[in-house]
């Protein structure tokens, strides 16, 4: 009887003590898999998702105002993936929490996804000097549980615990990751794959590589989801296949959460990494074309509202310097806008309510004073797909 050989995809199981119980947790195999991927049958989820970040990509360098997009866009993703996570807070809660016009949702829900987005601009502002590392993850980990839920959960800092997914008790658990005792030579062996050079694999397939990797490592004791979604986009940037960090996973994630975690557990369960990166590339085509189509038609918003403020408002200047500001921030006081614009309170309240009257920005609170003034249909564009999960019943 000829026995048939282990398949080298699949990891190890070693028994570890937790919560008194002894569990099974499993040690990934390091990256990439063996045998390697099926590029072959790849080949046209990988040009689809290659020809959609390109346009993309291409967008952005041609966008007016490409840091006011990606400080939007980063908002939008924050939100996204903390919902994922279980946060009920909304973009539009998020960014009146940020100018302090009204809280909108429990605190902190909001506290976290501004966390994020903390962690996520910190890390793509230190890709400027520094590499894509475990010191780097740690360093975005630190800021996104900076305060809030996650302060007791070691911030910045690997897990010294055994941690566990699903299930009320390890015993019962889903899936249980590596114990703290290989935790060093399995982040190792990932950071040794960041910068590999002799794989001849794209870097997007290497991006959905390393998330998988990550998750199934679960390092942190909290927030392992988040940082790594979020480790897809910094990786493409580190290896310049983005110029501008805009493509962004957790609404297709959110929008497929089911498949996305028999995914995650076939790759450790059967080492099926093709159908994960079947899915994967269709996300990462899907998600670059609904920001290009986003791009496109904020752009087009902007040029059609200042062609109307020149053609039909009675205070063209003060109107366009307004709407300018709103293009910065979709939520505003009058008072903020006194002081962003430099022009005088009764000017900027003349100004909004011709802007009201043509249509663009709405007053929000129906208070008389301290009132909060809307551009809804930029929001409206800029909050697709972002309504909160149902609650956990």
Request: glycine letters at 8%.
């Amino acid at each position: 009887m000829t026995e048939t050989a282990p398949n080298p995809r699949l990891g190890r199981y070693t028994e570890t003590s937790v919560a008194g119980e002894t569990v099974r947790a499993f040690v990934p195999p390091p990256l990439p898999p063996e045998p390697p991927i099926d590029v072959l049958g790849l080949l046209d989820r990988l040009s689809l998702a290659e020809r959609a970040l390109g346009r993309l990509d291409g967008i952005s360098m041609l966008l007016p105002r490409q840091d006011l997009f990606l400080y939007m866009y980063v908002r939008k993703e924050a939100v996204l993936s903390s919902q994922i996570e279980g946060t009920q807070s909304t973009l539009s809660d998020l960014l009146r929490f940020e100018i302090e016009a009204q809280a909108g949702a429990p605190f902190d829900d909001i506290r976290e996804v501004s966390n994020y987005v903390d962690a996520m601009m910190h890390g793509l502002d230190r890709l400027k000097d520094l590499p894509l590392s475990l010191r780097l993850v740690r360093e975005m980990h630190e800021r996104l549980l900076q305060s809030g839920r996650g302060g007791t959960k070691s911030p910045g800092e690997f897990r010294r615990s055994q941690n566990w997914i699903g299930g009320s008790r390890p015993g019962n658990a889903l899936f249980v990751p590596p114990p703290v005792t290989e935790l060093g030579p399995c982040l190792g062996a990932l950071e040794s794959f960041f910068h590999d050079e002799a794989s001849p694999l794209s870097a997007l397939i290497k991006a959905g590589l390393i998330h998988v990797q990550f998750e199934t490592i679960h390092p942190f004791l909290d927030g392992n989801g988040r940082i790594g979604r979020l480790l897809v986009t910094l990786y493409l940037c580190d290896r310049g296949v983005l110029r501008t960090p805009l493509l962004y996973l957790s609404l297709f994630l959110k929008t497929h959460r089911t498949e996305y975690y028999r995914l995650l557990q076939a790759v450790r369960e059967r080492g099926d990494w093709e159908a994960w990166l079947d899915f994967f590339l269709t996300g990462v085509a899907e998600t670059a074309n609904q920001a290009f189509d986003a791009a496109t038609r904020i752009v087009d918003l902007f040029k059609a509202d200042r062609d109307l403020i020149t053609a039909d408002s009675a205070r063209t200047g003060s109107g366009l310097r307004l709407h300018d500001c709103f293009q910065q921030m979709p939520f505003l006081t009058s008072g903020q806008l006194v002081e962003r614009t430099g022009l005088t309170a009764p000017t900027v309240n003349a100004a909004l309510a011709d802007l009201e009257r043509l249509g663009l920005v709405a007053e929000i609170t129906g208070r008389q004073r301290g009132r909060v003034y809307s551009y809804r249909r930029y929001l409206d564009i800029l909050s697709e797909g972002t309504e909160p999960l149902p609650a956990a019943r």
